[in-house]
Structure formats: C-alpha cells, structure tokens
C-alpha cells in the first residue's frame, strides 16, 4: 500500500507539475494575445487616419482643380480683353514708285543730274565666271 501511495504522490506531483506548466503556458498565450489585440487595434487606427487624411487630400485636390479652372477662365477672359483692346494693324499695300509719282503730282523735279543715265548694264554670266578664281573641290 505505501508503494502505492508512492506511485500516486508521484503521479499527482507529475499532474501538479504539469498544470503549473500549463498555467504559465496560458499566461504566455493570454499576453501573446493582448499584445496582438494592441497591435490590431493601433494597426486600425492607423489605417481610419489613413482614411481621413486621403479623404482631406482628396478634398483638398477638388478645391485646387477647381481653382485652376477658375484661374484658366479668368487668363482666356484677360487675353480676349487684350486682344479686343489692341486691334490689329492695318498694313496698306503701296504700290511700287509711290515716291516718284507724289514728286511728279507735286511738280518737284528729279534729283538726277542730266547726262546720267540709270540704264541697265549686261554683263554676260561668263565675263563674270572668267574673272573670277576657280573654286576649290569641295
């Protein structure tokens, strides 16, 4: 009977042994668990931030596009106002020997002198090309 009752002071001193382990294994898995349970938490607090401030961005982009559309409008107004205040210029077309013909209406005569001719002089391309050196080969 005292072997017996060995047997099952040891058997119970295993199981005591065996749920103390036990116990400190739970422990480790509860603080596992919290610590998972915090970084879920800041995990979604991070990404509802996220979401805020893409929400602030995006509105924020609306607000700009809508001001360069504004201030595209006001520069096409601006540069239609310019161009409606600066008419274009007239070009006259005047025909050639304009000068002569007011001397003639105004009865001024010419500033040649008599005796000098403006007559056209010819000179054939090949006096010309005979003068002049032969050029190097390119």
Known sequence: MQAEIAALRETLSE???QLRRDAEEAVRIRADTA???QAVEEALRAAEDGAVKVRA??????ALESALRTA??????ALDAMAASQPAPVVLKIPDGWWQ??????????????GL?????SVS????????PARAAR
């Open 15 to 17: 199981v005591e042994h």
């Open 101 to 114: 013909m007011i001397r003639r209406l105004l009865g001024l005569r010419s500033r040649r002198r008599p």
């Open 72 to 77: 595209r409008q006001v520069g096409r107004a």
């Open 35 to 37: 610590e998972a349970r």
């Open 57 to 62: 961005l995006e509105a924020e982009i609306a």
């Open 117 to 121: 001719s403006r007559a056209a002089v």
């Open 125 to 132: 391309p090949a006096s010309l090309g005979e003068s002049l």
